[in-house]
């Protein structure tokens, strides 16, 4: 058997790191805010997107209303909803319109981010700080990720929506069992 390289106790070590610096209690609200929401409906682009709608499949195995932006069925959002966006580098043109058409329905917004600073995160009523590198700072001596370009924020994007999912269960009481009814039987 070869040796493995270094490079992925690397990669795990700084995705660690990303879990050191977040603030649990923003976790907490953001789990509070799906859980009391009508429906939701997420967004993100590029590789974030892969990672949101991972998210909403899971939310959707645990009975959560949900939707992905974009998809045929997304119905519209309102005063009760909310619209989860993940926007790594802090903006981009499609997430900061559509933020706006869900704040001018009445929907709330919790936007997830590596830049609090950015123009996404100042439209929501609602920030989550993930503190991992992204196409916004990766590069120059702001460069903190052995990983490329925006990877370190996408992987953690993973970890921490596989936690809210933890989180989620035990406060809607959902069973693995029933999840796993919901799970297709398309594959």
Not at 89 to 96: D, K
Not at 146 to 172: H, W
């Amino acid at each position: 058997m070869g040796q493995s390289s270094p490079l992925y106790r690397t990669a795990i070590e700084e995705l660690g790191s990303v879990f050191d610096r977040i603030d649990d209690a923003e976790v907490e609200r953001a789990v509070a805010a799906i859980a009391e929401a009508k429906s939701t409906v997420v967004f993100g682009g590029g590789r974030e997107r892969l990672q949101i709608m991972g998210f909403a499949m899971r939310l959707y195995h645990m009975g959560v209303p949900v939707a992905v932006e974009g998809d045929m069925t997304t119905p519209p959002v309102g005063p009760g909803d909310l619209f989860l966006v993940t926007v790594g580098p802090g903006e981009i043109s499609t997430a900061l319109a559509l933020i706006g058409v869900a704040r001018e329905a009445g929907a709330k917004v919790l936007v997830i981010t590596a830049q609090p600073e950015g123009r996404a995160p100042k439209l929501a009523d609602q920030v989550l700080h993930l503190p991992a590198q992204t196409m916004a700072d990766d590069h120059g001596p702001a460069r903190s990720s052995v990983l490329p370009m925006g990877s370190l924020y996408e992987g953690a994007l993973f970890v921490l929506f596989e936690v809210m999912i933890l989180k989620l269960r035990d406060r809607l009481g959902a069973t693995p069992d029933a999840m796993r009814a919901r799970h297709t039987n398309l594959e």
